[in-house]
């Protein structure tokens, strides 16, 4: 899915007929996104002294970090600040360490299908 660029990208897109013996290229993969602005961007201007004070958003009522894009603008409009809040996630990280060994996440993976198994859906 990724475009190869460089010098293995002649190779990546020609391919040989095998019948015909005829040289075929293909075209490099292409996406197409909004960068300028992002999507988000207005929506990051008028919430950033919201959102980066408690380091999270809500998503359908619950507390989420915050995207990478707001990051991202954050920490090119806020250095300093940004830095200070990398701290901060690391020391908490650090804090729940017991609550994310492997054993625990493995009971956590099974509550939640647990949990999935619960909900019944209508297929009518």
Known sequence: MKKV???NASEHYTEIDPESGEIITRKPEFTKMSLKPG???EWYKQYTSDVYPHDYVIVRGKKVKPPKYYDKKYKIDNPYEFDELLY???KSAKL???DNTPERL???EQVTKAKLQKLKRNLT
């Open 5 to 7: 660029t460089g010098k």
């Open 106 to 108: 493995l009971v956590k």
């Open 88 to 90: 901060i996630r690391e």
């Open 96 to 98: 729940n360490y017991a």
């Open 39 to 41: 999507i988000g961007y």
